[in-house]
């Protein structure tokens, strides 16, 4: 998983809950990196899980939320940072429509060992059907992440979840409407 995703996190938690929680949780969850993350590493994706795990013990809220909140907190701070993936459209079933075959493309340039799920889509009548596959268990984090697109481009659609997912595989089904 890149470091981005890891300095987002802390720099989250440093400005929700502060510099100590930060420390605390680094302690708690004793990475194998170290918790010394670079935007452009690549670490462990349960060096996540388990710094997220340390939050939520620490400030008992459910690990859900933590990972929602943190993907809407993090599609913001996409906004800021690749400002020219939000250039061409003001629709955000179009943007998310273009996640896999756009968005991850592009990011593949930028980042070419990057681990990312899949998004496959189907149009509906009024929306959008997203359906989200990765070996991590992240959807959560991904529908935090749609939710911050559809704030973002301030249209009134709503994400509904459906746990789809088999064997090791996290699979979901987002129906925007």
């Known amino acids: 998983m ?4 890891f300095t987002e996190f802390l720099d989250l938690v440093e400005t ?8 605390e949780i680094l302690i708690e969850a004793n990475p194998a990196s170290g918790g010394a993350y670079t935007s452009v590493g690549t670490y462990d994706h349960r060096e996540l899980i388990d710094l997220v795990v340390a939050l939520s013990a620490r400030t008992g809220t459910a690990i859900p939320e933590l990972m929602h909140a943190f993907g809407k907190h993090l599609f913001g701070r996409f906004v800021e940072g690749f400002p020219s993936f939000f250039e061409d459209t003001d629709d955000p079933l179009a943007f998310l429509a273009s ?5 991850h493309v592009e990011v593949r340039k930028l980042y070419p060992d990057a681990e990312l799920p899949t998004f496959d889509h189907e149009h509906t009548e009024g929306g959008i059907e997203l359906t989200y596959r990765s070996p991590r268990p992240f959807a959560t984090f991904a529908e935090g992440l749609i939710e911050g697109c559809i704030e973002h481009f301030g249209k009134p659609f709503e994400v509904v979840s459906e746990d789809r997912s088999e064997g090791d595989e996290s699979t979901f089904l987002f129906r925007i409407q």
């Open 99 to 103: 996640v896999e075959n756009v968005i």
């Open 16 to 23: 929700a809950f502060g510099y100590e929680t930060v420390d």
């Open 2 to 5: 890149k470091g981005i995703v």
